[in-house]
């Protein structure tokens, strides 16, 4: 397994919950896919079980996965272009630092599901702002958006991921890039990838 593979059930929490826009795709010859936002469910031993989310019901992803309930999931989190600038070293060859997730999950659509799916996602994107958002702010109008979406879960059946942080990079080239990289998401995650060797 390459050193890009190697990540705890703590990285795959942290990436989702930074960067929940997530492809979502279709399986078979005639592909759908959308970009959603998805909300993670972790079990006891941290490990991800489920992603919980919604989509439009008009949305042709939703006919290709009602018919065929496999799909692939791809999250991806920050990334950089690294110049040998960056680097310190002009005989280094230049590279792309980042992070991703792909999950395969079976989706289950539920219309009962609907409302709650909806509050889970604005638990997790509006809590902690000033003034939190809810769907009371819609009145009237909120009943009719939610007749035109579905939620669903999407059960986890495998995960595989690569994190391309500047593992493989000599300390002191990869402190150069820290210091020079002027993308701040990203060197956060090289710093998180890579304790004690900056």
Not at 172 to 177: A, C, F, K, R, Y
């Amino acid at each position: 397994m390459s050193i890009f593979e190697q990540f705890a059930c703590d990285d795959v929490r942290a990436l989702i919950e930074a960067y929940p826009l997530a492809w979502v795709c279709s399986g078979g010859a005639d592909m759908e896919a959308s970009l959603l936002p998805l909300v993670g469910v972790f079990g006891e031993d941290g490990s991800l079980v489920e992603l919980i989310g919604h989509m439009g019901r008009a949305n042709p992803l939703h006919a290709a996965l009602a018919a065929d309930p496999r799909a692939t999931i791809l999250f991806k989190g920050p990334d950089a272009y690294v110049s040998p600038e960056h680097a310190g070293r002009r005989n280094w060859g230049p590279t792309w630092n980042y992070a991703q997730l792909k999950i395969g999950a079976e989706i289950t659509f539920d219309p009962t599901f609907t409302a709650a799916s909806l509050q889970i996602l604005l638990e997790a994107v509006e809590t902690g702002r000033p003034q939190p958002w809810n769907v009371d702010a819609l009145g009237t109008r909120y009943e009719t958006m939610l007749a035109q979406i579905i939620g669903f879960r999407a059960r986890v059946t495998s995960l595989s991921g690569r994190f391309k942080l500047g593992q493989d990079e000599a300390p002191e080239t990869l402190q150069s890039i820290l210091g020079a990289l002027p993308d701040a998401a990203t060197t956060a995650w090289m710093r998180r990838f890579n304790p004690g060797r900056y």
